[in-house]
């Protein structure tokens, strides 16, 4: 089972349940848009239930002498949480130091489609096609 919502201002603003028959990574599209603000923080919750696994959730973590992209991991306090069975949230790195819960999420910028085909050539975001846009 799994449970995703997105919260902005710690208010829940999208939610939406579903599962998974396999292992791996999972991208749960949005039903409908959701309006970010510049400078705004919003966040991703998953409650992941697992019967036959007791860590469901990926984590990333910079392995020792790895220089691929595991090196490039970093970790700050405030950033990852997970609970257990009773809904007790904690920070991970309290008992997983320098790791973090590997959840992504993507957005489109739609102030960039500046003609709504498809292509984005506002690229810098500043509401007119310049020189920028295409060096960027």
Known sequence: MIRC??????????SKNGSASVAGYHAIPLDSDIRLTVSKNFSVGLNLTNLEYEYP???EEPLLGDDGDSSKVTVNSGEGFISNSEGIWEDIIIDFPN?????RSFYTNPSADSD???FYEDIN??????FDDVVA
């Open 5 to 14: 919502r997105v919260y902005k201002s710690k208010r829940s603003v999208f």
């Open 57 to 59: 959730i990926a984590i």
């Open 99 to 103: 790791t973090n819960v590997y959840i």
């Open 116 to 118: 709504h085909d498809g």
């Open 125 to 130: 975001g500043n509401k007119k096609v310049d």
